[in-house]
Nanobody, 122 residues
Framework: QVQLVESGGGLVQPGGSLRLSCTSS????????IGWFRQAPGKEREAVSC????????YYADSVEGRFTISRDSFDNTVYLLINNMKPEDTAVYYC???????????????WGQGTQVTVSS
């Protein structure tokens, strides 16, 4: 199965910012809703944001609203997740995945990448 590739994670101090990238060399991300998910140690994987395929509508979990921004760059075939004002509770492995619609359940998302580690610590 074709996988997406995440990048951009790292170690950031509280209050800092990161921009995560999700790309594919095999299919056009514009044809899919792309979701960002995260999994912290000992916790369930949770959805944090999604961007729809057709209209580019964006969706955010309540816990990240106002600090996370999802966007597409069609030329680069990349979906970005900009994280501002980072908090220790943002520490997790971040994944992107594709689905027909953002409203699809997490189990219907596919092409999961390997994830990128984000650590927020002073």
């Amino acid at each position: 199965q074709v996988q997406l590739v995440e990048s951009g994670g790292g170690l950031v101090q509280p209050g800092g910012s990161l921009r995560l990238s999700c790309t594919s060399s095999r299919f056009n991300l514009d044809d899919y809703a792309i979701g960002w998910f995260r999994q912290a140690p000992g916790k369930e994987r949770e959805a944090v944001s999604c961007i729809s395929s057709s209209e580019g509508r964006t969706y955010y979990a309540d816990s990240v609203e106002g600090r996370f921004t999802i966007s597409r760059d069609s030329f680069d075939n990349t979906v970005y997740l900009l994280i501002n004002n980072m908090k220790p509770e943002d520490t997790a492995v971040y994944y992107c995945a594709s689905a027909p619609f953002c409203a699809d359940p997490q189990t219907d998302f596919g092409s999961w990448g390997q994830g990128t580690q984000v650590t927020v610590s002073s």
